[in-house]
């Protein structure tokens, strides 16, 4: 429940504090005077949209806080699961808003976003406000309301699950397809580029090997002649190195008698000319390789234009580019291969969804069709304590056609969506005789607002919010009709607390706790002002309501207060 309420800076509002009471809480005063600014402020509070017109006129930010008392398990746990604690069995919200359009909200001190306050706001306060008649009009609301009464939120989620999961799988079946005739040439692209590069036997770093024997075989005749005159002046002639040293060797040995130093410098020629053996025979293996054969520089050029080739085609720059193209390209046939499998996969998943879809739906529908009789007599039998004893409430089911749709129900494919198949009407007849018709087209000012608090003190009975707010549920209502509108609001608030605003003295009558709001002008400026009224001073705010400020309607307004 809530326990108190500040607002400073929020529309004509300088600052209020208003603490409430349990069961049923009642705003009176005179029109305009700005009665609606108390729930709109709680509103501002949990989380709906601001502007910066609703700041006083004069100051930079408004801030309201609301203290809620927490005591129902169910609520608590609720809580709890959205990440919220408690602090002393209570949630307060506070909300700072600025000119500039900043906003500062905290949950028991904790700063949190205005959506997870919205989130909260849900589990703690049922609003009705005058444009939910409007909403009561509007066929769409309708299943939402029997879903609150039938408590479908364990199935709802069922279907919704399912739903988007069949949608998701439509789409990716639908992409899948779309892509088919695409990824057959695709397919055949991918087949001649991996046989071409596979017929090409590549081998790694192959083109560099060709690209310096190609360059052998282009300076052959310089490199033959530089080869071939080196081995001749090294071994192979009269006046060789090799043979030359060897003779100076010799010398220096046989005159080892005369100079013992010969013998070193002998040595050292031998070791020289092992060396030179060993050049002269690099150079001769050199010769060797270079020594090509025409048909070998054919097979060099012919080999290194096809590599050239593939490179050119398909824009790579050496061969093991185009060896790891060759293995990239096997590894996206494989994928695309394996896409076949995947869509009859995606396939026999999508219907065994749809199967599952459907049964969801038929079952919930089932569930709707039992618990909507037992709303329509409940609502029937509130109708008839607020005067309307006629009255027949029937809620309707339908399945709307189409031929796009995802499921078929008896051989006919049906709209579907998150909440199901079912698209729900409430209808009425208010006069015997008349057939039962949508309430947008029967109902007056008077009789939405009986019918749509017929509605919500049924679902209050299931409800577990433990808090309503009423913005003049009662328009268009009096009489004796007021009196029992009261009466229903009255027995609502045994359950739960019950805010409301009202012009009816009957309603008023019934509160526990009974608040007058007022207007104050006051040094060229405009104050709304909220005062808790004795139960003396209620007799005189009820006299007022009546219109009947004497003696006797003083009187009358006592009456209305014993009886209540």
């Known amino acids: 429940m809530l326990e108190s309420i500040k607002i400073k800076n929020y529309a004509l509002i300088d600052e209020i504090e208003i603490e409430f009471d349990k069961g049923f809480n009642v705003f009176t005063g005179e029109s305009g005077a700005g009665k609606s600014i108390i729930v709109d402020s709680l509103g501002f509070c949990l989380g709906e949209r601001a502007t910066p017109s609703i700041i006083k006129t004069g100051k930079d930010k408004t801030i309201v806080e609301a203290v809620f008392l927490i005591t129902n398990p169910r609520i608590r746990e609720k809580i709890e699961k959205l990440g919220f604690n408690l602090e002393n069995e209570r949630i307060i919200v506070r909300r700072e808003y600025e000119i500039s359009g900043r906003n500062k909200v905290t949950v028991n001190g904790f700063h949190e976003t205005l959506s997870r306050v919205s989130e909260l706001s849900e589990i703690l306060v049922d609003f009705h406000g005058q444009h939910d008649h409007q909403s009561l009009l509007n066929q769409k609301t309708h299943i939402d309301y029997l879903d609150s009464f039938g408590k479908f939120n364990k199935e709802l989620k069922e279907v919704s699950e399912l739903y988007n999961k069949a949608l998701e799988l439509k789409n990716k079946i639908k992409e899948l397809e779309e892509n088919l005739s695409q990824k057959k040439t695709r397919e055949e692209f991918l087949k001649y580029t991996i046989e071409e590069l596979k017929n090409s036997n590549l081998r790694e770093n192959e083109d560099v090997e060709l690209e310096e024997k190609f360059n052998l075989i282009t300076n052959y005749e310089n490199l033959y002649n530089i080869l071939q005159e080196s081995i001749l002046l090294l071994s192979e002639n009269e006046t060789s190195a090799l043979l030359l040293m060897g003779r100076v060797a ?28 060993n050049v002269v025979s690099e150079l001769k293996n050199l010769l060797e390789k270079i020594n090509f054969q025409p048909e070998e520089v054919e097979r060099v050029n012919s080999r290194l234009d096809q590599i050239r080739t593939l490179k050119r085609k398909y824009n790579k720059n050496s061969v093991n580019e185009l060896m790891l193209h060759l293995k990239e390209t096997e590894e996206e046939l494989s994928r695309l291969e394996f896409s076949d499998k995947e869509l009859l996969s995606l396939k026999e998943e999508y219907n065994k969804t749809i199967a599952q879809l459907k049964r969801t739906c038929i079952d919930l529908s089932e ?10 007599k409940k609502v029937e039998e509130k109708l008839k304590h607020m005067a309307m004893e006629k009255a027949i409430f029937k809620t309707d089911f339908k399945y709307y056609k189409d031929e796009n749709g995802i499921i078929e129900i008896n051989g006919v494919k049906v709209d579907v969506n998150e909440k199901g198949v079912d698209r729900v009407e409430f209808l009425i007849s208010i006069n015997p005789g008349e057939e039962l018709k949508p309430l947008r087209h029967v109902a007056s000012g008077g009789e939405i607002s009986r019918i749509m608090l017929a509605i919500k003190s049924v679902l209050a009975d299931v409800s577990e919010v433990d808090m309503m707010v009423f ?66 001073e209620r007799k005189y705010e009820i006299a007022r309501m009546i219109g009947n400020e004497t003696d006797t309607g003083i009187k009358y307004a006592e009456e209305l207060l014993k009886r209540s």
């Open 471 to 536: 913005d003049e549920i009662d328009v268009g209502i009096g009489g004796h009709t007021a009196n029992v509108v009261g009466e229903i609001i009255k027995s609502m608030a045994q359950k739960q607390q019950v805010i409301v605003i009202t012009h009816l003295p009957q309603v008023a009558s019934k509160a526990n706790s009974h608040f007058m709001i007022e207007k104050i002008f006051d040094n060229n400026e405009t104050r709304v002002v909220a005062r808790k009224l004795s139960d003396e």
């Open 250 to 277: 010799n010398l220096l040995k046989s005159g080892i008698k005369l100079n013992p130093l010969f013998e070193n410098l002998s040595n050292s020629l031998e070791e020289s000319q092992i060396i030179v053996k």
């Open 367 to 376: 569930k709707r069709i039992n618990k909507s009789k037992e709303l329509d």
